[in-house]
């Protein structure tokens, strides 16, 4: 079947996800810093997905996507492509059923995260530098096999699962009796932002895209009513360089009014020692990018009062987050 083909997952989908994952995920803490807001000159709820299962949200999309893959499908084992984080949530949720997972990575993929991905059994294959390179290598693979791909984006079941990051926030904010002005979500293939939209669905509440500059194909894709490939440009971002965003994930962007931004690398580095020196969090520059875009004055309306930020993942390595921190004490 192809994308075109796909049913669009709905705000029920992620009600689903969020039933068929209690217990299999880590309900991520909702993070409050007084020292950040003052920053931002605005309350900011950071949902921390970098304390999830394998460091980032993928594992909701990854573990949903599995785990309803039928007894057979799945005895042929899973296959993905990813530069990293998608990489290890299937290796884990392939490891979680006992099945085995052939796993296509970049031939620049961050030592920490190839490291991750073969410690959870996963059998990894590196492949050139760009995500169709490794979309037809796991094509082919398929071919051979007949395992199932665990599309990183541009699923149903993958979308409706990374949307339970969004619900939760959405949950702990309603507790609070906080009604939440916008929600600012990083994007790479935009899954994330796409589960983002439909956990909001019917609240009114405005979703914001944050993108490396250079790497910006949601916000050129709504800007030209198609999806827009680009060629990623150099970016601390690892998580947010593929060379367009999906079908199905811009779709829903699209009927949501997505606004679309872009940050720069050093406001994503000063975001991810922010995060660190201040919220007391370990932030992957990826998962910074949120935080990078609400402390840079005047990105977003001064009326907005509370913004829930998505913080995508934690995997950074460490001699990068050591310089990071190094490049934030030099410029004090």
Not at 211 to 229: F, Y
Request: hydrophobic share 50%; net charge neutral; proline share 6%.
């Amino acid at each position: 079947m192809s994308v075109a083909e796909l049913p669009s997952p709905t705000h029920a989908d992620v009600v689903a996800a969020a039933g068929r994952l209690r217990g299999q995920v880590v309900r991520t803490p909702v993070v409050r810093s007084a020292s950040l807001d003052r920053l931002a000159g605005a309350e900011l709820w950071l949902k921390a997905e970098s304390l999830q299962h394998v460091g980032a949200f993928k594992a909701r999309g990854a573990l949903n996507a599995v785990g309803q893959l039928d007894e057979e499908t799945r005895r042929r084992g899973v296959i993905t492509y990813s530069s990293g984080n998608h990489a290890q949530a299937v290796a884990m949720a392939a490891a979680r059923f006992g099945i085995g997972a052939d796993i296509f990575m970049p031939v620049d993929a961050p030592a920490i995260k190839l490291a991750a991905v073969k410690e959870m059994g996963a059998r990894v294959v590196l492949v050139g530098t760009t995500s169709p390179e490794r979309h037809r290598a796991a094509l082919a693979r398929q071919a051979e096999t007949g395992a199932a791909i665990i599309e990183p984006f541009d699923s149903p079941h993958t979308i409706a699962g990374q949307g339970t990051a969004t619900l939760e926030l959405l949950e702990e904010a309603d507790a609070a009796g906080v009604e939440l002005d916008a929600i600012v979500v990083p994007v790479g293939g935009g899954g994330l932002i796409a589960g983002a939209c439909l956990a909001t669905e019917g609240r009114g509440i405005p979703i914001h895209a944050v993108e490396p500059v250079g790497c910006d194909s949601m916000g050129q894709s709504m800007r030209a009513g198609a999806v827009v490939p680009v060629d990623p440009a150099p970016t601390l971002a690892d998580g947010l360089k593929p060379t367009r965003v999906g079908e199905l994930p811009f779709a829903i962007a699209r009927r949501a009014g997505v606004a679309c931004h872009t940050v720069t690398d050093d406001e994503l580095a000063a975001a991810v020692a922010h995060l660190a020196l201040r919220a007391k969090l370990v932030v992957e520059p990826s998962g910074a990018a949120g935080v990078a875009l609400v402390l840079r004055s005047g990105a977003l309306p001064r009326s907005l009062r509370h913004i829930g930020v998505i913080l995508s993942g934690g995997n950074v390595a460490p001699e990068r987050l050591a310089e990071l921190l190094a490049r934030a004490v030099a410029a004090r």
